[in-house]
Nanobody
Framework: QVQFVESGGGLVQPGGSLRLSCAAS????????MGWYRQAPGKQRELVAS???????TYTDSAKGRFTISRDNAKNTVYLQMNSLEPEDTAVYYC?????????WGQGTQVTVSS
């Protein structure tokens, strides 16, 4: 059974940084591309960044230049380093396979950017 455990969120001031982690289990982590998604209040869940099993990364325009996705296949973990955070980044952040995310989603980690 696939499981994702996200952590690292919190309250940060605009311009601050956070590093999110997501530990995956129950899947062949190293062969799949993974993504970080987020869902802001009243909005649909959206992809923020993705990383292929070989390390190739992609970012949405809003994340480009500020966020860095990485992975450690030995630890079945994917990371999201977020710098220069803005209030618009406030959301619950999730990881999942990308594309074709599993129906199961973890509990996510809340990121709140506010002064």
């Amino acid at each position: 059974q696939v499981q994702f455990v996200e952590s690292g969120g919190g309250l940060v001031q605009p311009g601050g940084s956070l590093r999110l982690s997501c530990a995956a289990s129950g899947m062949a982590f190293s062969i799949y591309a993974m993504g970080w998604y987020r869902q802001a209040p009243g909005k649909q869940r959206e992809l923020v960044a993705s990383i292929r099993n070989g390390g190739t990364t992609t970012y949405t325009d809003s994340a480009k230049g500020r966020f860095t996705i990485s992975r450690d296949n030995a630890k079945n973990t994917v990371y999201l380093q977020m710098n220069s955070l803005e209030p618009e980044d406030t959301a619950v952040y999730y990881c999942n396979r990308h594309p074709f995310p599993y129906a199961y989603w973890g509990q996510g980690t809340q990121v709140t950017v506010s002064s």
